[in-house]
């Protein structure tokens, strides 16, 4: 059943100049109003039909009509790369100043557009104190300290004030309200935050919104409902969702089955747009399902490139793969080359591997002092067995730092740690073995 907002507000979107469809959608036929915005869409390429088209594509999708979304964020492209003409700005905001409600919204788009700024903000404000929520959002964002819209003094107060108007009335804009009800934030409640987050991720579609909510999840230890949102996230955008979803079918986290070939195919994209960016893991988890499936050669060809430029756990990989002869003959010395790269890059399983054949001597003679100063990095890194090796070469000669780091990795959950704590009150030292792997 069609709510009276949604016929209220497409009514409010629609001008007095069309035909049949114009009254159907108007009516609140929504069909037709998909229709009437494909007509727009298809118009003399005005900003101000492609713009109605828009908004109207907009609220379609708001109220789940199939293929308003995907219209839209067409739209958008076009509508971002279409400066328009003085005149028409003119024309616009002469209609706003009739009353016209329509002539306030695409006004201020056109506005916007030709960086105006502050004519936009002005009609966005018009356009929002006669009910266009979407103008609310936008006027919202213009407020927020956090974006760098332009046109009003940045005010969070007055942010709040009309996220909240948007989202209330016409589910527009609910995520970025949620921001203020995060942890830490002036209204910190992770309830509200989480219902927010939900609405804008159903009914807008928002893909960081869904991500949000699959974090909700994943930290209430509801895995199969985070999974499941990680990949709607991903659907819409997000790659965060997307490689959190990937990770989830590449390690088969909790009770997600595993499944690299989809993982990899889902990475694959994204990393080919950030290949050379260390801030991010995507090409890393592509080399990773690339192991997985036991393509080997193509792995090392994507760990070489990202440990080139400068991916630590990239580097650890290749090392881990000259180490044990993985598509390559066995060479400590190379490993070791690959060791030092990934710990001086701050991955702490680098540091833990280099510290492990500096103690035991593996492609370099053997140096206990420097091997603990490694494996004490590396236990800051939170690798387990580096805290456990560092508090046994410490139980000789400083039993306070042996006890630290006893009781750092047994905090980790590693057993022999923990003993390792009673051993050392009992005056009973334990022997540093080398690694099984």
């Known amino acids: 059943m069609r709510s009276a907002v949604a ?41 101000h039909n492609v713009s109605a088209a828009f908004l109207r594509f907009q609220l379609l999708c708001n109220y789940g009509v199939a293929g308003a979304c995907a219209r839209a964020d067409e739209l958008t492209k076009i509508i971002e790369h279409r400066r328009p003409r003085p005149s028409e700005m003119t024309a616009l905001a002469l209609q706003c100043r009739r009353g016209d409600a329509d002539g306030c919204l695409l006004g201020a788009m056109a506005a916007q ?42 005010d969070d107060a007055h942010a709040f004030k009309f996220y909240e108007r948007a989202c209330n009335l016409a589910g527009v804009g609910c995520h970025n309200l949620s921001f203020y009800y995060r942890s830490g934030g002036r209204l910190a409640d992770a309830e509200k935050e989480y219902a927010l987050a939900l609405t804008d991720c159903e009914r807008q579609h928002n893909g960081e919104a869904c991500l949000t909510v699959a974090s909700t999840e994943y930290a209430r230890r509801h895995p199969r409902a985070a999974h499941r949102r990680f990949e709607q996230a991903c659907e819409l955008g997000s790659p965060t969702g997307c490689d959190e979803f990937a990770h989830d079918l590449l390690h088969g986290r909790d009770e997600t089955p595993q499944d690299p070939q989809r993982a990899l195919s889902v990475m694959r994209p994204l990393c080919k747009d ?9 090409c890393d988890d592509v080399g990773f399902a690339l192991d997985a499936t036991d393509d080997i050669q193509d792995a090392r060809v994507v760990f070489a ?24 003959p066995k060479d400590l010395t190379r490993a070791l080359t690959f060791y030092r790269r990934s710990c ?57 730092k042996a006890q630290n780091a006893f009781e750092r990795g047994c905090k980790l959950g590693d057993d022999d740690s923990c003993q390792g704590i009673e051993l050392l009150k009992a005056g009973k030292r334990m022997m540093l073995t080398p690694p099984r792997d």
């Open 344 to 400: 001086g890059l701050h991955f702490a399983g680098g540091c833990y591997r280099l510290g492990v054949a500096m103690h035991f001597g593996q492609g370099i003679r053997a140096n206990p002092h420097a091997a603990l100063q490694r494996f004490e990095e590396a236990c800051d890194g939170k690798v387990v067995a580096a805290c456990l090796a560092a508090a046994i070469l410490q139980s000789s000669a400083d039993r306070a």
């Open 113 to 154: 557009l030709g960086e105006n700024d502050s004519l936009a903000a002005d009609l966005y404000d018009r356009a929002c104190t006669f009910g266009l929520m979407f103008a609310c959002y936008r006027l919202a964002l213009i407020y927020d300290p956090d974006t760098e819209w332009e046109g009003r003094a940045k």
């Open 7 to 47: 016929i209220l507000v497409l009514s409010l979107l629609t001008s007095s100049a069309r035909a049949d469809d114009d009254k159907e959608c108007r009516s609140g036929n929504l069909p037709a109003c998909m229709t009437l915005a494909d007509r727009e869409a298809k118009n003399d390429g005005k900003v």
């Open 305 to 328: 490139r990202r440990c080139e430029v400068g991916s630590g756990i990239a580097c650890w990989w290749m090392g881990q793969a000259s180490r044990t002869a993985r598509g390559e």
């Open 274 to 282: 950030a290949e050379a960016d260390t801030t991010v893991d995507y």
